[in-house]
């Protein structure tokens, strides 16, 4: 869940709940003074559990990042042993290429000399 969203569900429970609470007291019946003195007890109560509510939301949020921190560290070491894999092919890949550069080079090289070379004097 969204911890914005959670945070959002979490107030509208607890201000359902309080103006629930309200109106079934009000409507009760009951003397003036006992209503006040269970709305006072039900504030009490409905306070205290969403200072419990909110600090659970919080142990969540924290343990939530610090998942997500967990995972991103992972996720960075994984791309950083792919890219030194990569890296690694590629030198690899660039060092055959030269050497097999320089073994064409040799090769045309080889034969041009054997053209250039005057030819024995018996084959003219």
């Known amino acids: 869940m969204n911890n914005s969203r959670g945070v959002e569900f979490l107030t509208g429970f607890l201000l359902g709940g309080i103006v629930g609470a309200a109106v079934a007291l009000l409507m009760a019946p009951a003397s003036g003074e006992q209503v006040r003195e269970q709305l ?6 409905l306070r205290e559990r969403s200072g419990d509510y ?32 990569q890296k690694s092919r590629l030198q690899e890949a660039i060092e055959a290429g030269k050497q097999a550069a320089a073994q064409r080079r040799n090769d045309l090289m080889g034969r041009f000399e054997a053209e250039k070379a005057p030819k024995p004097a018996n084959e003219a």
């Open 54 to 85: 909110t600090n659970e939301a919080m142990q969540r949020a924290s343990l939530m990042a610090e998942e997500g921190q967990k995972r991103a560290a992972e996720m960075q070491e994984r791309s950083r042993l792919a890219l030194e894999e």
């Open 40 to 45: 006072r007890e039900r504030g009490i109560e």
